[in-house]
């Protein structure tokens, strides 16, 4: 029960939605024992005793009952939709919240799809449970004490008959419904996987044709649905037996009261209307037994569903907030001393990194895949934390500084460009909240982006379609490098802008390139040896260390890795005759025609 205790204190800012509901769940089936009881005296006392004087008081008594009741179901009901939706507001978003806090690290682990399934199937089963199950659970226990307590005061021997019912499949229903929770947390992993199966196939669609892999890939998903069919049959299974038996127990007790009660009205040792009330009031004590199974069965369904929302919930971020120095205008001084960095325990990505990249600068980092170029820019923007050494901007720590003011000093052009769905506008202004009209076209003239987006039916209203779909991979990267514009950063992290690109598109970029890094200290990762020739300073990592540093020149006359990277790239470029490449020179030519 310690998962429902963190739920209910995770929720506890809606006490006051809930305090009425519970109320209402109260008086609700206090209206409904009454019920039976108006009934009783319209039988005995009226029609029986034919007191045709106590009929208009006794049948205005019972249409009072009849639309007080409704009343209050309805008025409940209404009010428990209400707070249902509420409750999976507040879960849904602290869940997104806590996944934008794991957001970089927690993606290299885990499948999108499987953290859909949170919002899709495990949320809307923990909150069902208490928005409806627990409030029917106490409606229904308030139902039995109390319907007990009037069978007992109407006739005691018909009310040990009728009472026992209801506690004996109340009580075996904890113990049958037993399975039901670990059969539902299979059956809600095995939906997770249905996700990650569909998300995977959709969004790698192309990739499916191209190979020819249509066949394959919709054998797995109908081999993922096939799994969680039986599975869910399996739960579906438990319920209904239970559900079966709990009919055929109500019906044999039914008869049982029946005819019991025709003996003692026989023997004048009761009155019809109390036989009826009793049949009556069975009904109503053994709907609520029912519930109480339902709540059972859903509590355990609904636990293990949040058995897995809680587990998501406990991943710990790899970057903790804890910076609380001011920095009032970042410069954008980079440092490194004596980095260690590990995404695994015991498989070491940066050993001893340590460089200075002064503000303004335009800083290259050069090397084979794998190296660990990008963890160095990704551990800039606090993605990660460093295992070993410390990292600093102008001097102050990472760590000391506050994320949203860290994240709000560094832009990102990335090598992948993600466009959002949305209009070309939206993913401009991406880069900064609330920006106007005339900043958005400034930033997307200075990325050489307004001539194109000018010639669009709807310029900057345009939808770009799922993943920039819409446009081209030339004119998604100059949308991206407007984002980065408008966001005006000191830091500038590019990360392999141009690999996509052909050479002709990459010399369109590079004027766009140019006013993008201007005053900014810039990072550019690329595997293009001619795009970092004029960078200030080009560091040279080779499995997780930096091996070389200096110019393009001095870097050059070392003969070290980097010239060995520049020959094997001016080699490649060089145009084969008679057969065969011609021998690399040393002339410092620009390679093939990137530039």
Same mark, same amino acid.
């Given at each position: 029960?310690?998962?429902?205790?963190?739920?209910?204190?995770?929720?506890?800012?809606?006490?006051?939605?809930?305090?009425? &509901?519970?109320?209402?769940?109260?008086?609700?089936?206090?209206?409904?024992?009454?019920?039976?009881?108006?009934?009783?005296?319209?039988?005995?006392?009226?029609?029986?005793?034919?007191?045709?004087?106590?009929?208009?008081?006794?049948? !205005?008594?019972?249409?009072?009952?009849?639309?007080? =009741?409704?009343?209050?179901?309805?008025?409940? *009901?209404?009010?428990?939709?209400?707070?249902?939706?509420?409750?999976?507001?507040?879960?849904?978003?602290?869940?997104?919240?806590?996944?934008?806090?794991?957001?970089?690290?927690?993606?290299?682990?885990?499948?999108?799809?499987?953290? #859909?399934?949170?919002?899709? $199937?495990?949320?809307?089963?923990?909150?069902?449970?208490?928005?409806?199950?627990?409030?029917?659970?106490?409606?229904?226990?308030?139902?039995?004490?109390?319907?007990?307590?009037?069978?007992?005061?109407?006739?005691?021997?018909?009310?040990?008959?009728?009472?026992?019912?209801?506690?004996?499949?109340?009580?075996?229903?904890?113990?049958?419904?037993?399975? &039901?929770?670990?059969?539902?947390?299979?059956?809600?992993?095995?939906?997770?996987?249905?996700?990650?199966?569909?998300?995977?196939?959709?969004?790698? #669609?192309?990739?499916?044709?191209?190979?020819?892999?249509?066949?394959?890939?919709?054998?797995?998903?109908?081999? %993922?649905?096939?799994?969680?069919?039986?599975?869910?049959?399996?739960?579906?299974?438990?319920?209904?037996?239970?559900?079966?038996?709990?009919?055929? +127990? =109500?019906?044999?007790?039914?008869? @049982?009261?029946?005819?019991?009660?025709?003996?003692?009205?026989?023997?004048?040792?009761?009155?019809?209307?109390?036989?009826?009330?009793?049949?009556?009031?069975?009904?109503?004590?053994?709907?609520?037994?029912?519930?109480?199974?339902?709540?059972?069965?859903?509590?355990?369904?609904? &636990?293990?569903?949040?058995?897995?929302?809680?587990?998501?919930?406990?991943?710990?971020?790899?970057?903790?907030?804890?910076?609380?120095?001011?920095?009032?205008?970042?410069?954008?001084?980079?440092?490194?001393?004596?980095?260690?960095?590990?995404?695994?325990?015991?498989?070491?990505?940066? =050993?001893?990194?340590?460089?200075?990249?002064?503000?303004?600068?335009?800083?290259?980092?050069?090397?084979?895949? *794998?190296?660990?170029?990008?963890?160095?820019?990704?551990? @800039?923007?606090?993605?990660?934390?460093?295992?070993?050494?410390?990292?600093?901007?102008? !001097?102050?720590?990472?760590?000391?500084?506050?994320?949203?003011?860290?994240?709000?000093?560094?832009?990102?052009?990335?090598?992948? %460009?993600?466009?959002?769905?949305?209009?070309?506008?939206?993913?401009?202004? +991406?880069?900064?909240?609330?920006?106007?009209?005339?900043?958005?076209?400034?930033?997307?003239?200075?990325?050489?982006?307004?001539?194109?987006?000018?010639?669009?039916?709807?310029?900057?209203?345009?939808?770009?379609?799922?993943?920039?779909?819409?446009?081209?991979?030339?004119?998604?990267?100059?949308?991206? @490098?407007?984002?980065?514009?408008?966001? /005006?950063?000191?830091?500038?992290?590019?990360?392999?802008?141009?690999?996509?690109?052909?050479?002709?598109?990459?010399?369109?970029?590079?004027?766009?390139?140019?006013?993008?890094?201007?005053?900014?200290?810039?990072?550019?990762?690329?595997?293009?040896?001619?795009?970092?020739?004029?960078?200030?300073?080009?560091?040279?990592?080779? $499995?997780?260390?930096?091996?070389?540093?200096?110019?393009?020149?001095?870097?050059?006359?070392?003969?070290?890795?980097?010239?060995?990277?520049?020959?094997?790239?001016?080699?490649?470029?060089?145009? @084969?005759?008679?057969?065969?490449?011609?021998?690399?020179?040393?002339?410092?030519?620009?390679?093939?025609? /990137?530039?």
């Amino acid at each position: 029960m310690d998962t429902a205790y963190r739920f209910i204190h995770d929720n506890r800012g809606l006490w006051r939605i809930w305090l009425p &509901l519970i109320v209402l769940s109260i008086v609700a089936p206090l209206l409904s024992i009454a019920v039976p009881l108006v009934q009783r005296r319209v039988i005995d006392d009226v029609v029986l005793a034919q007191r045709m004087d106590l009929l208009p008081r006794t049948a !205005g008594l019972y249409a009072g009952v009849w639309i007080t =009741s409704a009343l209050v179901l309805v008025s409940g *009901g209404i009010l428990r939709s209400y707070f249902a939706e509420r409750i999976t507001l507040e879960t849904r978003q602290r869940v997104f919240n806590h996944s934008e806090v794991l957001s970089v690290s927690f993606s290299r682990q885990e499948h999108s799809g499987r953290t #859909m399934s949170l919002f899709v $199937n495990d949320i809307p089963a923990v909150t069902g449970l208490f928005s409806s199950t627990i409030l029917t659970g106490v409606s229904s226990l308030i139902a039995l004490i109390v319907g007990a307590v009037v069978m007992f005061r109407l006739n005691p021997s018909l009310a040990l008959v009728a009472a026992a019912a209801p506690l004996i499949v109340a009580g075996g229903a904890a113990l049958v419904t037993r399975p &039901l929770r670990p059969a539902s947390k299979r059956a809600q992993e095995k939906a997770a996987d249905l996700n990650e199966h569909l998300q995977e196939n959709l969004t790698g #669609m192309r990739e499916v044709v191209a190979f020819g892999r249509e066949h394959l890939q919709a054998v797995r998903f109908h081999s %993922t649905l096939q799994d969680l069919l039986r599975l869910r049959m399996r739960v579906t299974l438990i319920e209904s037996t239970i559900g079966f038996g709990a009919s055929i +127990f =109500s019906l044999t007790m039914t008869l @049982i009261i029946f005819t019991y009660g025709a003996y003692l009205v026989i023997e004048s040792r009761t009155t019809l209307g109390t036989v009826i009330a009793m049949q009556s009031l069975f009904g109503l004590l053994f709907q609520p037994a029912g519930h109480m199974i339902g709540l059972f069965t859903s509590t355990q369904k609904a &636990l293990g569903a949040a058995d897995r929302v809680y587990a998501f919930l406990d991943e710990d971020p790899a970057v903790e907030d804890e910076g609380e120095q001011y920095v009032e205008a970042i410069s954008g001084t980079v440092e490194f001393r004596e980095v260690g960095f590990a995404y695994r325990s015991g498989e070491p990505v940066l =050993s001893d990194v340590s460089f200075v990249a002064e503000a303004g600068s335009i800083v290259a980092l050069v090397g084979p895949s *794998g190296a660990g170029k990008t963890t160095i820019s990704s551990l @800039i923007a606090r993605f990660y934390d460093p295992d070993e050494g410390q990292i600093l901007i102008d !001097g102050i720590d990472l760590r000391d500084i506050p994320l949203t003011d860290l994240r709000a000093a560094i832009g990102f052009v990335f090598q992948d %460009t993600f466009l959002f769905a949305d209009t070309i506008r939206a993913n401009i202004a +991406f880069g900064r909240e609330g920006a106007s009209e005339e900043e958005i076209i400034a930033a997307a003239q200075a990325a050489y982006a307004w001539e194109f987006i000018q010639r669009l039916p709807k310029g900057l209203d345009t939808q770009v379609g799922e993943r920039g779909v819409q446009v081209s991979e030339g004119q998604k990267q100059r949308i991206a @490098i407007a984002r980065a514009l408008l966001r /005006d950063p000191r830091i500038l992290i590019l990360d392999e802008p141009t690999s996509a690109l052909d050479a002709r598109s990459e010399g369109m970029l590079q004027a766009a390139f140019e006013n993008l890094m201007e005053g900014r200290t810039t990072f550019v990762i690329a595997h293009r040896l001619a795009t970092v020739q004029r960078a200030d300073r080009i560091l040279v990592v080779d $499995n997780g260390r930096i091996v070389e540093q200096g110019t393009h020149g001095e870097l050059l006359m070392a003969h070290g890795l980097y010239r060995e990277l520049f020959d094997l790239q001016f080699l490649a470029s060089r145009p @084969i005759e008679n057969g065969h490449r011609p021998l690399v020179t040393t002339d410092l030519a620009p390679v093939g025609d /990137d530039d």
